[in-house]
């Protein structure tokens, strides 16, 4: 039983799951937020509790063993604060689910002599133009690209690469602020909003840059990775659909992706290579990727496992078990990474989004999802009554169903077919 750090955390997915998998394995953590506050209205959010009823408290906070309020947002601050904790308590690793805690915690790792990655790894694979810059000293081939404050200076790269382009902010997530701009109109609007908020959802303050690039045109795959000592074992590849264009919104995945073994090594190649041009050599990644005319090309590294329940089904599929990995990895233990069997050949997850903006009235056919075997799951969050925005980002899912095939690759397949029962009203 190990005595563990948690810094933040996601509210929901894996926010809700970590806690449960700590207690489950007989570990003690101590949870330490800036703002405790933020977790709660958790269930509320994830569309599990009915209006009206008590909010009960998050499980991260929960089953915690102490919670500690400290300025997670200042790392010397924070070191300052946890470094008496750690004298007294002696913990044994420190971890985090949260992207924007991920540098935060290799410097607490690094400042309490505990295990965890090299935080300029950390901050590099984070910064989605320093992770560019990075890959192109390393000579690895790339989109063209230009991390500027500067309208006119984004403007100008645009008209030398060509348009269409992507705009998007170098330290969010979910596909939040990411579009294609194809004239200088577009280009204008979508840099003044990326560039418009000067922090972000968590109260840190943002790079000031917006990050201009060459459009890479062809199908996306994501490539789950575990380091450790420096040493990457590839677990899967998985492929990826978007809708919502010029957004790019996440519609469903499925794992293994239906690749020929080859284009699958090229794949897990390239992000080999990244990781190392980064100086990776701790922790899980999920790493995205495009496989274009001109072979494959990195998207975005994010180094730490696969939200949007990619972990959930590599799991299905191969049994590796992410959260094990994660904690093992805080306390520098070898992850159990290798594939086995389970029965299961194909996982697949699709979202649910409202065809467009407006009020749903209704959402008929989950019951005839439900009852098909190969369903392993069909959330629909409580949004009937509700207004939604049209569709934008990962933040506008309104459900999900996740399909299994046990005989082969037929799992998105099923999941589409799954969403197309889905009658969903909206006026
Ligand atoms: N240079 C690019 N060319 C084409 N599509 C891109 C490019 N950059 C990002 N995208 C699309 O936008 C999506 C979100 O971008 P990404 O960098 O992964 O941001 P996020 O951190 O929000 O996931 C990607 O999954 C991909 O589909
Ligand atoms: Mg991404």
Redesign the pocket.
């Given at each position: 039983m190990a005595n563990l750090l948690v810094i933040e955390s996601w509210v929901r997915s894996v926010g809700l799951i970590l806690p449960r998998k700590l207690r489950a394995l007989g570990h003690r953590y101590t949870f330490v937020s800036r703002k405790p506050e933020h977790y709660t209205g958790w269930a509320q959010g994830a569309g599990l509790l009915a209006s009206g009823a008590k909010p009960e408290p998050h499980p991260l906070i929960a089953l915690a063993d102490d919670v500690i309020t400290a300025e997670t947002n200042d790392a010397e601050q924070l070191i300052a604060a946890l470094k008496p904790l750690h004298k007294e308590r002696r913990f044994d690793g420190v971890l985090t689910c949260c992207d924007y805690y991920l540098e935060t915690t290799a410097l607490v790792a690094e400042a309490l002599g505990l295990p965890g990655p090299p935080p300029s790894a950390m901050r590099v694979a984070r910064s989605?133009h320093l992770m560019r810059e990075a890959c192109r000293r390393a000579g690895l081939a790339g989109?063209r690209f230009l991390a500027t404050p500067d309208l006119d200076a984004a403007l100008a790269f645009a008209k030398e690469v060509g348009f269409p382009v992507?705009l998007?902010a170098v330290d969010?997530?979910?596909?939040?602020d990411?579009r294609a701009a194809h004239d200088a109109d577009e280009l204008r609007a979508a840099f003044a909003h990326i560039l418009g908020p000067p922090v972000n959802i968590r109260g840190q303050t943002r790079p000031g840059v917006v990050l201009v690039?060459?459009?890479?045109r062809g199908e996306?795959f994501s490539v789950e990775t575990c380091t450790w000592r420096g040493d990457t074992a590839v677990i899967g590849v998985t492929d990826k659909s978007?809708v919502g264009y010029p957004h790019?919104i996440e519609s469903g995945m499925m794992h293994p992706a239906d690749l020929r073994p080859e284009v699958a090594r090229s794949l897990a190649d390239c992000v080999r290579q990244a990781l190392t041009a980064v100086g990776y050599t701790h922790g899980l990644t999920h790493t995205?990727i495009?496989l274009t005319e001109a072979g494959p090309r990195i998207?975005?590294i994010n180094a730490r496992m696969g939200g949007s329940y990619v972990f959930e089904l590599v799991e299905l599929v191969t049994g590796v078990d992410f959260f094990t990995a994660v904690i093992d990895l805080a306390l520098d233990k070898r992850p159990a990474v290798q594939p086995r069997d389970t029965g299961i050949t194909s996982a697949a997850v699709h979202f649910l989004l409202p065809p467009r903006g407006g009020r749903v009235v209704s959402i008929r056919g989950a019951d005839e999802v439900r009852r098909d075997s190969d369903i392993h799951r069909l959330v629909v969050d409580d949004v009937v009554g509700k207004t939604l925005r049209a569709p934008q980002d990962n933040n506008d899912f309104m459900g999900h169903v996740i399909a299994v095939d046990r005989n082969g690759l037929g799992a998105r397949r099923k999941a589409e077919w799954a969403v197309s029962r889905l009658d969903i009203q909206v006026e």
């Open positions: 989605k989109p992507v998007k969010l997530c979910a596909s939040e990411v690039e060459e459009f890479l996306e978007l790019f995205e495009k998207i975005e």
